[in-house]
């Protein structure tokens, strides 16, 4: 069993050294780490260098989506270039909690074929999302979701802020529906430590 982590960067001054500094050590050796740079307004230098450091398992991938999108566009290629079983995705200003990788891959391990929903930890906000279900304003991200990759079973992010609602949804609604998901109290990402 294999994961993908996807992260998109847009700048060279995010911290995107602390995000993958929360995920190396945390690696099967069969995982990967895509870095997708948004690369429409500005070359990125720091972060291909950056990403490197942390080993082969660390991948960047350039790339121009003709307009900034949330990162989201970057997601949507980034998932077409994904290798693993499993994908799951944190912003560069976000990081994965201790034991976070541990607590994913024993969930799938149990139920291989369905999706799975975790909570996270907010820098305002103890934790995430209010109640099971897809439902409006319930803080669901794509840092919640563990997708299998497969094809045709996985969803798009749409190009506006709260996009990764959707790709949550799509993804969910491809399985089955909501019931398909397996939901979780384990907190998986922190968003944006202090």
Request: glycine share 8%; proline share 6%.
């Amino acid at each position: 069993m294999s994961f993908t982590f996807l992260i998109p960067t847009h700048r060279d001054d995010r911290p995107l050294a602390r995000c993958l500094g929360s995920i190396v050590h945390q690696l099967a050796p069969e995982d990967e780490v895509l870095v997708i740079g948004d690369v429409h307004s500005q070359s990125l230098e720091r972060v291909p260098k950056l990403t490197s450091r942390y080993g082969p398992q660390f991948r960047y991938l350039p790339f121009d989506a003709g307009h900034h999108c949330y990162g989201h566009d970057q997601l949507n290629y980034g998932i077409s270039q994904a290798r693993g079983d499993y994908l799951h995705v944190n912003d560069d200003d976000d990081v994965w909690a201790p034991g976070a990788l541990a607590i994913m891959r024993q969930a799938v391990l149990e139920e291989p074929a369905r999706p799975h929903l975790f909570r996270f930890m907010s820098y305002h906000r103890a934790v995430f999302w209010d109640q099971y279900g897809l439902v409006e304003r319930n803080h669901i991200g794509g840092h919640c979701l563990v997708a299998p990759n497969l094809p045709g079973k996985v969803g798009l992010w749409e190009c506006y802020y709260t996009g990764d609602f959707d790709y949550v949804q799509s993804t969910l609604t491809l399985h089955g529906g909501n019931d398909s998901a397996v939901w979780h109290e384990d907190i998986v990402a922190v968003a944006r430590p202090l």
